[in-house]
């Protein structure tokens, strides 16, 4: 007997549903139902046709019902929105929006895939013209339209998560004066607030305004109000700050809503119905290192649950072992990826732990082009084992991010990190790779090899007197250093030990915490019980403290930033 399958909802979830069976099943019937125009485009790429990077917005539509149907003999049919789904009949009401009539359609099996809606607050100017959200081409034609339309300069991105984030570098290479504004005191929640102000600066380097720690209060003619009272000049208003899944069509029909506010299904991304599917950013997922549902919107773990979700229609068994959450972006000069728990989520879930943070040359030094790479290793304590990393850099921290990834994924710890055999070659890394330097320098804190402080810490040490030595070279010292600190290269300590107190604790930096570490290792040697390595050195203390020294025009605790 032929199958009949109906998917609500294409890009990356439903397409991949719809795809799946029809590889598995020559025979089945498969419709896909899209209330807007497009059926399958790319979600993430949105925001790059608002620089041109994507010329035309044609391009974001990656196929259209006629290539469904020649390629996969699949129906797609587009500004058709389902309205309700009758469970007892097995049927679907759907309206035809381009015509206003209804009528039912029925099925063996359901998918829902139908997404999540962008949040507006209920907020005054909300729904004025000038404002707008972003989720499907149509939104990105609009604003596009809107903007070039009206010869405007000044735009306000509310919200500072991947889409407000990647809207607010198009539009600045598309030289508007933006002003991205964010609740929370830091953009891209995935990254730790240290690691964050390494974006910051990009962001402020490249001309973006950042208002942080403040959130929309209203939205007036030509220009925003923050909660703060700040107004900021804005012709137009493009809101990023968050989706809601799409449950609406799901709960009305009776079936179950997770504890997240997201459908809730099985391990087979069943739902409370055996007949009735769910995938894609309306579903609660299971967090395997948190070990509680949660929501995770990307289009990799989608088109997973997809073919999941095919696959059980047909016997094929999957094991579904969660998520970690792992993602990437390319910001202005900079490439930054997470993957796992940071160290802000690993406290709020009670999971002890600790963190290296270094920042070695994503390639041999000598080679072009090589530039450090901030990397943020989080680990539990005292087992060792892999729950998160950060990147930033230049270069390659996708790479690194996903052998972190591959590691968490497969329970691995510091040690087997710190044995993993990887690629080398000059140009593209260096022989001992920056996650095998992670893990470590993570094994000889978890054994207690020695003691160190975070960036976060500097600042009370240089502002309480703290003895600093600074282990770089006397020119290196003299270009910029902390205040307060004292230059004994690591050239010259042993021919200076007389000036290295043993009676109180002596912090030790450099400019990567490369030479620091030499030092105390040699310090310790030499009998000294209360010597510590500064993490991130000058050059991540520099760039943690730049953003805030910026906008609040605090007192810098050093003499001259120095980022080369």
């Given amino acids: 007997m032929t199958k009949k399958v109906l998917v609500v909802g294409g890009v990356a979830g439903g397409a991949s549903v719809a795809a799946r069976v029809r590889r598995l099943d020559e025979s089945a019937e498969v419709i896909m139902f899209e209330k807007g125009p497009h059926v399958s485009f790319s979600n993430c790429s949105l925001p790059y046709h608002l620089s041109g990077i994507v010329e035309e917005s044609e391009k974001l539509v990656l196929m259209s019902p006629e290539i469904f149907k020649d390629r996969y003999n699949i129906e797609a049919r587009v500004h058709q929105e389902v309205m309700q789904i009758n469970r007892e009949k097995k049927t679907i009401t759907v309206k035809d929006l381009m015509t206003n009539e209804t009528y039912e359609e029925s099925y063996d099996k359901l998918v829902l895939s139908p997404g999540a809606s962008p949040i507006r607050p209920n907020l005054e100017g909300i729904n004025n013209s000038n404002v707008f959200t972003v989720r499907n081409v149509v939104d990105i034609e609009n604003i596009q339209s809107y903007i070039m339309q009206k010869d405007m300069k000044d735009i306000a991105v509310i919200g500072g998560g991947f889409i407000g984030v990647e809207v607010a570098e198009n539009l600045k290479l598309a030289d508007y004066n933006v002003t991205l504004v964010e609740f929370a005191n830091q953009v891209m929640a995935p990254f730790d607030y240290d690691m964050a102000q390494i974006l910051h600066k990009e962001m402020t380097d490249h001309g973006v305004e950042l ?16 909660n703060s009272g700040k107004n900021i000049d804005a012709q137009a208003v493009i809101l990023a700050i968050g989706v809601r899944p799409e449950t609406s069509l799901a709960s009305d029909a009776g079936l179950e809503i997770g504890e997240t506010g997201a459908i809730k299904v099985d391990h087979h991304y069943l739902t409370s119905d055996k007949d009735i599917y769910a995938v894609g950013d309306a579903i609660e997922v299971y967090h395997r290192l948190l070990r509680k549902p949660t929501r995770l919107a990307l289009a990799g773990p989608a088109q997973k649950q997809a073919r999941a979700a095919a696959d059980h229609m047909y016997g094929i068994p999957n094991k579904n072992i969660g998520v970690i959450g792992s993602s990437s972006i390319h910001l202005f000069d900079v490439n930054a990826a997470s993957t796992g728990l940071n160290a802000r989520t690993a406290q709020q879930a009670g999971i002890n732990h600790d963190y290296v943070y270094l920042m070695p040359g994503d390639k041999v030094g000598l080679m072009p082009n090589s530039n450090p790479m901030h990397f943020k290793l989080i680990f539990e304590y005292p087992t060792g084992r892999i729950l998160g990393a950060q990147a930033i850099g230049k270069g390659n921290v996708d790479k690194r991010i996903d052998v972190i990834a591959t590691m968490i994924t497969m329970n691995g710890t510091l040690e087997d990190l710190k044995d993993l055999e990887l690629s080398y070659s000059p140009m593209l890394g260096t022989a001992k790779d920056v996650v095998n330097h992670a893990a470590l320098v993570g094994r000889n804190l978890l054994q207690g090899r020695y003691k160190e402080v975070k960036v976060s810490q500097v600042r009370e040490l240089v502002e309480s007197n703290a003895f600093i030595i600074d282990a770089r070279e006397e020119n290196e010292y003299h270009a910029g250093h902390f205040i307060h600190a004292v230059n004994i290269p690591l050239s010259q300590f042993r021919q200076r030990l007389d000036e290295i107190p043993k009676d109180q604790a002596v912090y030790i930096h450099c400019r990567s915490g490369q030479r620091s570490y030499n030092m105390v290792m040699a310090l310790q040697n030499l009998g000294y019980e209360n010597v510590y390595n500064i ?21 810098k605790i050093v003499t001259e930033y120095n980022f080369k």
């Fill in 535 to 555: 993490s991130g050195s000058y050059l991540g203390v520099n760039l943690y403290e730049y953003f805030n020294d910026l906008v609040t025009g605090r007192d």
């Fill in 211 to 226: 208002v942080l720690d403040d959130g929309l209060a209203k939205i007036a003619d030509g220009f925003v109000t923050t």
